[in-house]
């Protein structure tokens, strides 16, 4: 049997299928159903192509057709997540690069500076809060969860939405478009057992959806007044204003 350039190129194309999986799922808190699905894999090659086992290689060929179908079903927004990644990704950004000018950059990021203001105020009086930042992914699911808003940014009205009397002020605020869409939204909760037990809804809340979705979720904490952000699976805690305007700045460009 020869080894081929083609044959070099089939592993390089499943590793990196694998690769971007076992990141996905790592990101969204299902890294145990890969390691299972993984170990099934590797069974099944092994009972049918190398012991050629001819009877279990059958039924495990039906599980293997029935499984992909749930894993897309149970997988679908990961999946979306994956999707849009790779069409979005950093290198795919040279075609619109004659479209940018410097003027349009500036005027992308102002939003950021009320958003962090406001985050800074709510710190320091404790006032709960959790404001989701939309990316490429759109969240229009979760935008009809609350009340339509479409207003501009503006700290005090962000402020006045997580005031303590509001009755929004316990659901989560979507931003989409540099507009502030709508408030009181119910978010996905992360089940993610690392998490620290002093975290509560919001924290689970904020990496739910940076797990579902590539959205910037981020938190004030209602019992510290500490600052977090969660994206892309992962959750910083203890943010400065500084820090979280270097951080949204990067990431929402």
């Known amino acids: 049997m020869s080894f081929g350039i083609k044959d070099a190129i089939d592993i390089l194309v499943v590793a990196t299928l694998m690769f971007y999986t076992y990141r996905m799922m790592k990101e969204s808190g299902t890294i145990n159903i890969f390691y299972g699905v993984l170990a099934f894999i590797v069974a099944w090659v092994v009972m049918s192509e190398i012991l050629d086992m001819r009877l279990i290689g059958t039924i495990m060929d039906m599980f293997v057709n029935i499984g992909l179908i749930i894993i897309v079903i149970l ?17 795919w950004q040279w075609v619109n690069i004659f479209k940018r000018d410097s003027a349009g950059e500036t005027q992308e990021k102002k939003w950021i500076l009320p958003v962090v203001y406001a985050c800074m105020n709510m710190s320091k009086s404790k006032t709960g809060a959790l404001i989701v930042i ?11 969860t609350g009340d339509i808003i479409d207003a501009n940014i503006n700290s005090r009205l962000i402020e006045n939405i997580f005031f303590k009397n509001s009755p929004l002020h316990d659901g989560a605020m979507i931003i989409a478009g540099e507009r502030i869409t709508s408030a009181g939204c119910i978010l996905p909760v992360s089940h993610d ?6 975290l509560g809804l919001r924290h689970r809340s904020a990496l739910g959806i940076a797990q579902a979705t590539d959205a910037v979720a981020i938190v004030v904490s209602e019992e510290t007044g500490n600052i977090s952000m969660a994206y892309r699976g992962k959750l910083y805690q203890k943010l400065s ?3 979280l305007e270097n951080r949204l700045s990067e990431i929402c460009q």
């Open 75 to 91: 997988f679908q927004d990961q999946i979306k997540r994956f999707l849009v990644e790779i069409g979005s990704h950093k290198r």
């Open 134 to 144: 939309q990316q490429k992914m759109l969240l229009d699911d979760y935008e009809h």
């Open 193 to 198: 057992t690392n998490l620290p037990r002093n």
């Open 241 to 243: 204003n500084t820090s």
